[in-house]
């Protein structure tokens, strides 16, 4: 790393160049926590909090699997949510327009009978304080002052005999009366507590004189067993028969209003709870109408996909699901139709070509026995003569070797081929193909290199097959390496095992590796086949891969060679998760830096670095790589299970190991041509 990207360790003072200092801000350790913790994962380097995630997420997980995968569960939760909503809305409404119509009612009426208390109670005040005037004038002396303590007792017991329960009375003094201690003393019916039960803003209000006020509260009792209620007060200040202003209020408790409420409340939520339940049920009912085909089709079509193209579904009805169901029936008919026609030309093709196969084997016998005899004698032939027949003992091995590849290819196809695994390893398997390649490397100036051989490859496989396979492999980059270095690399990491041939050869254009293993297909159809290609030898090599349970993969790009992989299970018929080589080499242009012509890409900052051709001695000093621990060979995410071919992007970040690039062969510079994304196929 160099020192602009350079920073400090994390938890440590470091000081950059350039960067302004300012004030720090303290923060809480909530804060620090949820920034560097859990919004920065954090969490996952505590094992407790990953305990605790681990415990609260397990019992979600089936719930969540079974939201995503039941679209009737879906439906009926959305509708039962959205039915909840509108009745709690509808509820809310409509209680308050109960509530707002009963108080509304009780304080009309409260009003009413609070302003005839307050005109009674005035009469009642100007009676006596005429009464008073007339004593005077008849000369009895008698004070009325000294009766008003009385006349205010009977009157709150006169005003709250008529409400029988419905309402009760208080008289309290003025402010100023208290302030003065000439007050009457508080008087209240019922049993009411008069200084706990009448607010202070009220007593204000009233004390002011604003005419009649009034206020919500609730009635406190004298005794506590009794409970408080909620209630309505309306006071107005009135005038004793002295003249002396005091407060008078009338208490009207809303219990029953409260109870007339909570009934209303109360029909509302189980009408409410009776109407969602129902509406779940609704659209249980509905959902279930639809959804039932659709399960049925979805179930259909998988059995039609597994190979019993006879199932059928059920249709009754003339609706759009019968229609549909029909239009689907039709469909698997027509595919079955289809199909069995494929099958049968296919059956036919498979048995032609086998017939041919054994037909020609007779005749061929012959053709080379009396080739043979020719081809011994051809010393005594003129040179034109002498020649033909090489032609001819030439192209009767390749014709054998056409006859026998069909052969295989027709096992194949026919589902006959056999597979004999035992465990072996696989260093024999490619010394052997080496050694058998060699002689065509010496005619055409390449060295081939194994890398990797020093540590047991085991696998359960069948060596004739995977020797079949390499030898094609190897012979091919031969042929197409120029004579160029051919590399073979083996590694073995988890359940897999891989073996890849590396040429530095013309490559494959765009769209190639999509096609080089399909029958009789040629890359140049004008390039000489020097060692008798019947063009089925990667066809029959892909489907030994599969046979496997294995893979066998191609990438290339224009001018800087190919490579092919070919990875196996280590246990037969363990699925395989990924290969332990990836399939783009190291040293291919994008791994070096190198862009499509060849040149360092401009504003990257890599150097690029163009091996030189091997001359047996050690390789020259490269640009130095930064060491990274060993480790070993890991998975490659490119080579994951799938059908056909398929284009494989390099993995973004993916771990290389130091000796892999170490062990990479030298080649010469490839010229400034297109390059092509390697391309993946794999059998399963």
């Not at 009457?184 to 209000?205: C, F, I, M, N, Y």
């Not at 091919?476 to 590399?487: L, S």
């Not at 050869?505 to 293993?517: I, M, Q």
């Amino acid at each position: 790393m160099t020192q602009d990207s350079a920073a400090p360790a994390p938890g440590r003072p470091g000081a950059h160049p350039g960067r302004p200092v300012g004030r720090r801000t303290t923060r809480s350790g909530w804060e620090r926590f949820f920034e560097g913790g859990l919004l920065q994962g954090g969490v996952h380097g505590s094992p407790v909090l990953r305990l605790v995630m681990r415990w609260v997420r397990r019992p979600l997980l089936p719930m969540m699997r079974l939201w995503r995968r039941n679209i009737q569960l879906r439906i009926v939760v959305t509708t039962l949510l959205m039915s909840l909503g509108v009745v709690l809305l509808l509820g809310f409404v409509v209680i308050g327009q109960v509530r707002n119509g009963l108080l509304d009612a009780k304080v009309k009426a409260s009003q009413s009978q609070a302003v005839g208390g307050f005109t009674v109670a005035g009469q009642r005040a100007d009676s006596a304080a005429s009464a008073s005037d007339g004593n005077d004038n008849s000369g009895t002396g008698n004070n009325p002052v000294q009766n008003v303590s009385g006349w205010m007792s009977d009157l709150v017991e006169s005003l709250s005999s008529g409400g029988q329960g419905a309402f009760d009375v208080v008289t309290l003094s003025t402010t100023a009366a208290d302030n003065e201690n000439r007050g009457l003393g508080p008087r209240a019916s019922g049993g009411v507590d008069p200084s706990q039960s009448v607010p202070e803003d009220l007593r204000k209000r009233v004390d002011a004189g604003m005419g009649v006020a009034q206020s919500y509260t609730r009635i406190v009792y004298t005794d506590s067993d009794r409970a408080t209620q909620p209630a309505l007060i309306i006071g107005k200040q009135i005038n004793d028969p002295n003249g002396d202003p005091y407060q008078l209020y009338y208490l009207f408790p809303l219990t029953q209003e409260e109870k007339s409420l909570s009934l209303v409340k109360g029909t509302l939520a189980t009408a409410g709870l009776f109407v969602v339940v129902l509406l779940g049920a609704i659209a249980w009912l509905v959902v279930r109408q639809v959804v039932t085909p659709v399960r049925m089709a979805a179930g259909i079509a998988e059995r039609l996909s597994a190979g019993r193209l006879q199932e059928r579904m059920k249709v009754t009805g003339e609706d759009d699901i019968a229609r549909l169901g029909e239009a689907f029936n039709k469909m698997a008919q027509n595919l079955q139709l289809k199909i069995q026609q494929l099958e049968d030309l296919s059956r036919m093709q498979r048995r032609f070509v086998s017939d041919v196969s054994h037909e020609l084997r007779t005749p061929l016998t012959t053709v080379r026995m009396a080739a043979d005899v020719i081809h011994e004698a051809r010393v005594d032939f003129d040179p034109v003569t002498a020649r033909s027949a090489e032609l001819l003992a030439d192209q009767l091995d390749r014709f054998e070797s056409l006859l026998a590849d069909l052969l295989e290819i027709s096992r194949f196809d026919a589902g006959a081929a056999a597979l004999e695994a035992e465990p072996i390893d696989l260093r024999d398997v490619v010394r052997r193909v080496v050694s058998g390649a060699e002689p065509l490397a010496e005619r055409k100036g390449t060295q081939i290199r194994v890398v990797g051989d020093q540590q047991p490859v085991v696998a359960e496989a069948d060596a004739r097959r995977v020797e079949r396979v390499l030898r094609n492999l190897v012979v091919n980059a031969v042929e197409h390496g120029e004579g160029k270095d051919v590399i073979v690399k083996l590694a073995a990491a988890g359940g897999a095992v891989a073996i890849a041939v590396r040429d530095y050869g013309v490559g494959l254009k765009p769209g190639e590796a999509t096609r080089v293993f399909s029958r009789f297909w040629r890359a140049d159809p004008a390039r000489a086949r020097t060692t008798g290609g019947t063009g089925l030898g990667l066809s029959i090599a892909l489907e030994d891969a599969r046979l496997h349970g294995g893979w066998l993969q191609a990438w290339g790009e224009p001018g800087g060679g190919s490579q092919f992989r070919l990875t196996l299970p280590r246990t037969a018929d363990e699925p395989l998760r990924g290969s332990p080589i990836p399939l783009e080499p190291l040293d291919s242009r994008r791994n070096r830096g190198l862009s499509d012509a060849g040149l360092p890409q401009g504003g990257s900052g890599k150097r690029a670095t163009v091996p030189a051709q091997s001359t047996g001695e050690k390789a020259g000093a490269r640009d130095p790589i930064v060491a990274r621990p060993a480790v070993a060979p890991t998975a490659d995410p490119t080579a994951m299970p799938g059908n056909g071919a398929r284009v494989v992007p390099r993995p973004a970040g993916g771990s290389r190991r130091p000796d892999d690039r170490a062990q990479e062969p030298p080649r010469g510079g490839g010229g400034p041509d297109e390059r092509e994304q390697g391309e993946a196929f794999r059998g399963r």
